[in-house]
């Protein structure tokens, strides 16, 4: 769902949250989590509650000492600039307002949240002068004002009920138990509050000092009509009794005091006095999201000259922009939200010696300061300033706001910055998504493929091999994943409530699972960790929970925070094509298949530090277990984490393989210098690792992997169409060797203890013809370089060599290195092979053991990419490939 920046502006406003005693743990031994991470996490929710009458919420950061800056879309005009003129508001403006303000406290109260903070200042007005409600969820992250020191309120507008439930703090020893939360019937009062100032155009007892005010609050329980008696109290009885009997009737039922008795905001909207003023607004609909059963669509008009559109050369195309992607750009271009209150002095840094509390000394004489009133809630909104991002953006053309998906020229903009822009695709990742204006176009484009997704699935996948937005990763990574259909409804028939077994180790692996991120480390955070992992045990009963699950959900709910069935369903289709079977309760066969594939991926690429881990003893079990259980996320920060699957959900589920031989050439040197218990300190807090130097090389490593050398018997089968797992059959597009139709070519399952006894990887017949570009009728095809990709030995005898080959091919006979005990006599091969040194060596034989054997060696003499062809030469007989020699004339 996206919110418009129109002509709002973005507001931030600061406050503390309550500090705990740092030598206090919880229940479980750890350490309290603090207040402000607690809001952190409730606030989360509130930037899902978007409708007209609602200032939308942004974003929420937390600072030194409990601080927390909240950004929100804000306006300079409220109703308190109303009230400073001093002028009465005509009834049908009262009406209105009153309406309006309904409007947004029904939606709230749909969302199981209270204002308590309406005021004046914190009604806005736009530019048409309607409507929009301010702090309306300060309550509700505060939890109910629990984890602040101030209350949520104004003492002129609070109702009765909460006046007389007085103030509380959990700290505080004189109450056994929190007051019962305000309910959607406290707003209503305050509501009165608001309408009796506009109408007599004067401010509530603003001259009374707290204590009277509120005592004179509670007395209002005694009169029978509480309207009459705020007039003559503020002297202003002539003006009201001149009100519309309506709107009398309407401030009437909003200024009742017994809340049982007052109308909530859904009562009072459907009310008979609002009979003309409803007929004026449409009901407010929420957009359809994007993975729903509901059918999305755009609303356009066009006006009936088109050349209408293009008229305004100065149109401000950045105001159409979502409000969080405006937010978003608006730090990249230089943004500080502590620096922005600081020249507000809304933060007011002082020297240490400043803050120190009072102290005594023994003549009782005082010194220090009382209480640091900079610490006491001062609900000041400041604007911020767009300047700096629109100078930043001024080069930007129109035309950039609105790509064209199918045109075949460059996706850039052509403007006055399209150099520059280009030059900007070939920096380091992370340039580039600090880079304001190359994240604009990014970011408006992949918006515009993901509204068209699944139609311009093709289009994002195209788009996602260059990057992706951070704005947009969750969407993004959900469409390379597949997601379709009505994940919410699928999501909602879940039991996710009653206890299962698995529940003791989920409650344990929580507190333990990216807690640095605050996000995660929310008490919010736990429970959609803990909902989304019962969600996937419940509906997988074929599988079980194992340790790292947790790790794999987290990236997957961080970007989704907002949306577990999105964060439950990408979690559900990234383990299937990338750990299939890793969650069996017996998954021994599984693991090890899949590590002895790893080792010999290791030996194919980096065969001389293949040899040496295997000569100390450093096998794959003891270090990449956790690596491929989770995915990398057990042993990589999140930030890191981002970048790597960016890339990881672009292959296929050999590309892990890839990753962790990248990963081992990263501390290559540091490896090949150390023996056994050096490199299990090394890998116990593993160095850092440099995430963008890995995806490059782990794809350099991919494109020279032959496609069946990472073959499994245990990967998940071939899916060529059914469904995917939320109620829609879908075709299933794959570049995975797993997932190709198999022929007479294909390779052929292996047990597990004679695939440990192979050093090298065996590869098909189907892929040595297509690596070696060979034809049924036409000569072996040479690369660009002018060599083939790869080069055949055939370790046959002469004469078998010569009774049919590959055209091309070497032959090293294997009788003229090995005697027939299979000692190792001499091998020809070391000194004929230097030349083809980096290639892609196929052995060929017709016995697979002394294949296996000559691989063996080569590995053992350092030369890279070697592999043994699957089934030998006899799976190439039947092709009418193999080539016999011409007679000698």
């Not at 809001?39 to 929420?60: N, S």
């Not at 505080?172 to 155009?201: I, M, N, Q, R």
């Not at 990234?574 to 750990?579: A, D, E, N, Q, T």
């Not at 956790?626 to 057990?634: G, I, V």
């Amino acid at each position: 769902l996206t919110w418009t920046l129109s002509n709002a502006q973005l507001g931030a406003f600061t406050f503390f949250a309550s500090a705990l005693p740092h030598d206090v743990c919880g229940s479980n031994g750890l350490p309290l989590t603090p207040n402000s991470i607690k809001i952190l996490g409730r606030f989360q929710i509130l930037k899902t509650i978007t409708h007209p009458r609602l200032c939308q919420y942004v974003d929420i950061s937390r600072g030194k000492h409990e601080r927390l800056i909240v950004v929100a879309e804000h306006f300079e005009s409220s109703l308190r600039d109303f009230q400073k003129q001093g002028k009465t508001a005509s009834p049908e403006k009262v009406l209105q307002i009153a309406f309006e303000v309904l409007e947004g406290l029904e939606f709230m109260n749909k969302h199981g949240m209270v204002h308590r903070a309406l005021s004046a200042h914190n009604v806005l007005m736009d530019c048409k002068g309607n409507v929009k409600l301010a702090k309306f969820g300060l309550y509700h992250m505060t939890d109910h004002g629990a984890d602040v020191d101030f209350p949520i309120g104004y003492p002129s507008y609070l109702a009765p009920e909460v006046i007389a439930q007085g103030s509380f703090h959990p700290s505080d020893p004189s109450h056994d138990e929190a007051p019962l939360p305000s309910g959607p019937k406290t707003d209503v009062w305050s509501l009165g509050v608001l309408l009796f100032e506009l109408c007599a155009g004067r401010r509530l007892l603003q001259n009374i000092d707290i204590s009277e005010r509120l005592k004179f609050i509670l007395t209002l329980g005694c009169m029978d009509d509480i309207v009459t008696v705020l007039a003559e109290e503020h002297g202003c009885l002539d003006t009201i009794k001149e009100l519309p009997e309506n709107v009398l009737e309407l401030l009437r039922k909003c200024l009742t005091f017994l809340p049982s008795k007052r109308p909530t905001p859904a009562e009072l909207l459907r009310d008979p006095v609002f009979s003309e003023v409803s007929c004026l607004y449409t009901p407010f609909q929420k957009p359809v999201s994007l993975f729903s059963s509901s059918l999305r669509c755009a609303h356009l008009e066009l006006p009936e000259d088109i050349s209408d559109l293009c008229k305004d050369d100065d149109e401000d195309y950045l105001s159409e922009r979502a409000i969080d992607e405006v937010y978003h750009l608006w730090c990249l271009a230089g943004g500080d939200l502590e620096k922005e209150l600081t020249i507000k002095e809304i933060i007011q840094s002082k020297p240490p010696i400043c803050t120190l509390p009072n102290f005594v000394l023994e003549d009782g004489e005082s010194f220090g300061q009382g209480r640091d009133r900079s610490f006491l809630l001062d609900d000041t909104t400041v604007t911020l300033s767009l300047c700096q991002l629109r100078n930043r953006l001024k080069d930007v053309a129109g035309e950039a706001y609105y790509p064209l998906l199918e045109d075949e020229q460059s996706s850039l903009p052509q403007s006055n910055s399209s150099n520059e822009l280009s030059a900007t695709v070939t920096l380091p990742l992370i340039i580039r998504e600090r880079d304001t204006e190359y994240q604009l176009i990014r970011i408006i484009l992949f918006d515009r493929l993901l509204k068209a997704y699944p139609y311009k699935k093709n289009l994002v996948w195209k788009e996602a091999r260059v990057d992706i937005p951070p704005l947009v990763r969750g969407l993004a990574w959900a469409a390379l994943l597949g997601i379709e259909g009505d994940i919410q409804a699928k999501y909602e028939t879940i039991d996710k409530d009653t206890p299962i077994p698995t529940d003791r180790q989920i409650e344990v692996d929580i507190p333990r699972c990216h807690q640095y991120d605050e996000l995660l480390s929310s008490p919010q955070g736990h429970i959609k960790f803990r909902r989304v992992l019962k969600a996937w045990v419940v509906s997988h009963p074929d599988l079980v929970y194992w340790q790292g699950l947790d790790s794999l959900c987290a990236p997957f709910l961080y970007l989704n925070f907002n949306n577990e069935a999105l964060a439950y369903a990408c979690m559900s289709a990234f383990i299937p094509k990338y750990l299939y079977n890793f969650f069996l309760k017996d998954n021994s066969h599984v693991i090890q298949e899949y590590l002895t594939v790893f080792s010999q991926m290791i030996s194919f690429h980096d065969p001389e530090l293949s040899n040496h881990l295997n000569e100390i003893g450093f096998i794959p079990d003891l270090y990449a277990i956790p690596w491929f259980l989770t995915m990398f996320t057990h042993v990589f920060p999140l930030h890191k984490i981002f970048h790597l699957w960016d890339t990881l959900l672009l292959g296929n589920s050999s590309f892990p393989f890839c990753i962790g031989v990248a990963i081992l050439q990263q501390l290559r040197d540091r490896l090949l210098a150390n023996g056994f218990n050096e490199c299990i300190l090394l890998f116990s807090d593993l160095p850092e690792i440099d995430i963008e130097r890995c995806v490059r090389e782990s794809i350099n490593l991919f494109c020279w992997t032959p496609k069946s050398a990472t073959y499994r018997q245990h990967a998940q089968p071939p899916k060529v169409a059914g469904d995917n797992g939320f109620g829609k059959t879908t075709t299933y597009y794959s570049s995975d060797y797993q997932d190709m139709p198999k022929t007479d070519l294909s390779r052929e399952p292996l047990a597990l203890c004679d695939l440990k006894a192979e050093v090298s990887p065996r590869i098909s017949a189907e892929d040595l013809i297509d690596l070696c570009e060979l034809s049924l009728t036409g000569p072996t095809k040479r690369t660009k370089a002018g060599k083939p990709k790869i080069v055949a030995v055939d370790i046959r005898s002469q004469e078998d060599f010569s009774r049919g080959h590959i055209s091309g091919s070497i032959n090293i006979p294997f009788s003229a290195a090995f005697s027939p005990d299979g000692e190792l006599v001499q091998c020809p091969a070391t000194g004929i092979l230097q030349n083809y040194r980096g290639r892609v060596i196929v052995v060929i034989s017709h016995a697979m053991k002394s294949a296996a054997m000559f691989a063996a060696h080569m590995v053992k003499v350092n030369f890279p990419r070697v592999c043994i062809l699957d089934g030998g030469i006899n799976k190439l007989k039947p092709t009418g490939i193999l080539t016999v020699p011409s007679p000698q004339i």
